[in-house]
């Protein structure tokens, strides 16, 4: 378990007690349903500060830092997928935020979402995929050659996993104002770095232990199992999913039209002039396929 030093910055939500240990949640504006965000591997509750004000205007939007990361304290099994889903679920109930919810992952944290949809169905209205990871684009290596965890035995992952840390190479932690986070305020992006430092020192490469990897390759065995269920296996749940248009491959825009296809109404979003971080880079974007899936909920009620 981590405790906040004197010398961290201090948090900008509330430390959430989750029963000897606590999470960082930062909940802005009113209304439902409530919108909460995944960030994605690496990422943080600040990286969300051109998005959430505007958002909020409209609704109450709830970003937050998952066990060990910023100023969230460490876990049983930190980044594994189950504990990810249930830190959020008693996180949620805890801080008295009631469903629906409208739930918002970017890059790994899209795996998350889907991930608490599919545990709790009832409590989602809407998903907003933000240049979002497949299930099928995780993948560990096997004699040299890379293959989707999804598709690995548990036999063969010890070994895979050996591999594919071995093959890794060393984290460099760059500089705060590196292009995308220099679109941050200066003190974010002081606080940004902070939280990546830690996040080297912590974790380093995920999965970074056979736990977390096996937890992960159970559920994205399970994701891709319902991905392959039949045509929209999430029936008319609203979806947005937002694609980087600098360096896409063929590839990577096949599996957000994957993506998309979870639903009926799901809408597949091109961020032009946007690498992977578009809740950086076209922030606007985010915010409009966010209040689209908002309008879309409240309209059915």
Known sequence: MSRLRAADPPPPGQMVD??????????TGSG???VIVENGGGGFSVEWALVQPLVARRTRICTY?????AWSDRGPVDDGIEQIVDDLNLLLRTAHISPSYVLVGQSLGSLYIRAYQRRFPEQVAGLVFVDGTPDEDVRMIVNGKQVPLSLLSRERLPAAHREYLSAVPPLNPGRADAPPFNMLPVGLQQIRQWAF????RDFGWLPNTLAVAESWREELTALRRQRLTGPYPLGALPIRVLERDIDSTGAWHAQQVQLAALSSRGNLIRAEHSGHMIHLQRPDLVIDAI????????ATK
Do not use: F, M, W
């Open 65 to 69: 830092d998952r066990a060990g990361y």
């Open 197 to 200: 430092e830690k996040a080297i």
């Open 18 to 27: 989750l029963g000897g240990r606590r999470l960082h949640l930062n909940c």
């Open 32 to 34: 439902a349903p409530s």
């Open 291 to 298: 209040t689209e899936v908002i309008q879309n909920v409240r």
